[in-house]
């Protein structure tokens, strides 16, 4: 059964302290409501992620607490949790929910709080999703863990700072023609590999934001999206043809490679076959860069790149807003924000943006079909979804 995008809405990605959670909640949910035009008796059911509410915000029971906020609370509703891919699994609930026959139209979203706490507080509520007795009680973060990652890929190819300096060049480069993105600030390459080391290599440039914000989409079938539209198209269909979901270790230790994550090996298996379709096919994807050398890797895992070689397609301009392979036109989790429990959402609201065509400034030429491709932890867990224009 076809899963039809019928609504979306997010905020501006940022830092709001004094922002209520119910304030980005309501923007965002009725933006995407309001888009679907849907009469909120015919959604059925709810899938919101979250991840650190209960610890930043002492708000648990996340699923109610949206729908109530959005005046539906007859709606069941739950909360998704998958550390940074709680977004992204919301979302696949959502699609799995549709494609099951069970429900014709449900909501799903994401939201996060956390730029009002401490950094010692955010950094040890980010730590809870490793493992913690044989790695955050050893001292590991999540910059550490990565900072293992990328010294491992230096070891087994070849020495790619450089490149990841441009990964972050060119999401900054994005975000700045993004009207919701977190992070407006032109660097250069010089910037990003002379800034303050947060865990050698990475420095400062190379790591995700903390960020406060909210994503929805409103899922429909086939059929009710057809009584929707009425006759009148408000803008390109846009359908979600191919999910996959993928496990890994926890743990650095515990996986077979450090520089292939094989959630994304066995989620992207599954997104292609079920779609029908190759990486070779993907117009644009939205990938999962919470480090800069996390972008490198996690486009050889797609299949879009030779394993080895994603900086040099990083250096030779493929993966730019103009090149033949565009990675993160939003800015990525690199410059858009990363929103966690928003995040796979938001990712999706940009891939659906392009392939509609109204990205304005940052539209990539030709997007029929894009991909997004979400993390959760030090890739123990991966969603893959594969959208496509009518």
Do not use: W
Not at 189 to 211: E, F, H, M, Q, W
Not at 317 to 341: C, E, F, Q, Y
């Amino acid at each position: 059964m076809s899963v039809i995008v019928a609504g979306i809405g997010e905020t501006l990605m940022g830092k709001y302290p004094d922002r209520s959670i119910y304030e980005m909640i309501r923007e965002a949910g009725h933006a995407a409501l309001d888009e679907a035009g849907i009469d909120s008796s015919l959604i059925t059911a709810a899938y919101i992620g979250n991840f650190n509410g209960q610890q930043l915000l002492g708000q648990g029971h996340f699923g109610p607490l949206v729908m109530e906020t959005l005046g539906m609370s007859h709606v069941p509703a739950m909360r998704v949790e998958g550390a940074c891919v709680s977004g992204g699994l919301a979302l696949l609930q959502g699609v799995e929910a549709i494609r099951s026959g069970r429900h014709q139209a449900v909501l799903v979203g994401g939201v996060e709080k956390m730029t009002h706490q401490t950094t010692a507080a955010v950094t040890s509520a980010l730590t809870s999703a490793m493992d913690i007795e044989f790695e955050a009680h050893s001292g590991l973060s999540f910059p550490g863990s990565f900072a293992l990652v990328a010294h491992r890929y230096f070891h087994e190819f070849r020495n790619v700072q450089r490149e990841m300096a441009q990964v972050a060049v060119n999401a900054h480069d994005n975000a700045l023609l993004n009207p919701t993105a977190q992070m407006h600030k032109k660097i250069d390459i010089d910037k990003v590999l002379n800034a303050p080391r947060i865990a050698d290599p990475l420095g400062l440039y190379d790591c995700s934001l903390v960020t406060d914000g909210a994503a929805f989409i409103v899922l429909v079938s086939e059929e009710l999206a057809q009584q929707l539209d009425d006759g009148a198209e408000r803008h390109r269909q846009v359908r979600i043809i191919g999910s996959g979901h993928g496990g890994d270790a926890l743990t650095l230790h515990g996986k077979a490679s450090m520089t292939t994550f094989g959630a994304t090996i066995r989620a992207a298996k599954q997104a292609y076959a079920q779609a029908g379709v190759e990486a070779s096919d993907i117009d644009l994807a939205e990938v999962h860069d919470c480090f800069t050398i996390t972008q490198i890797i996690n486009t050889e895992d797609l299949g879009f790149f030779e394993k080895g070689h994603g900086g040099d397609a990083v250096a030779e301009g493929r993966t730019a807003r103009d090149g033949d392979m565009p990675i993160n036109v939003s800015g990525g989790l690199k410059a858009k924000g990363h929103p966690i429990g928003a995040t796979g959402i938001s990712q999706a609201i940009e891939v659906i943006t392009q392939i509609r065509g109204g990205a304005g400034e940052r539209q990539s030429n030709k997007v029929d079909t894009g991909l997004t491709h979400n993390l959760g932890g030090t890739a123990g867990t991966c969603v893959i979804n594969i959208f496509q224009g009518a």
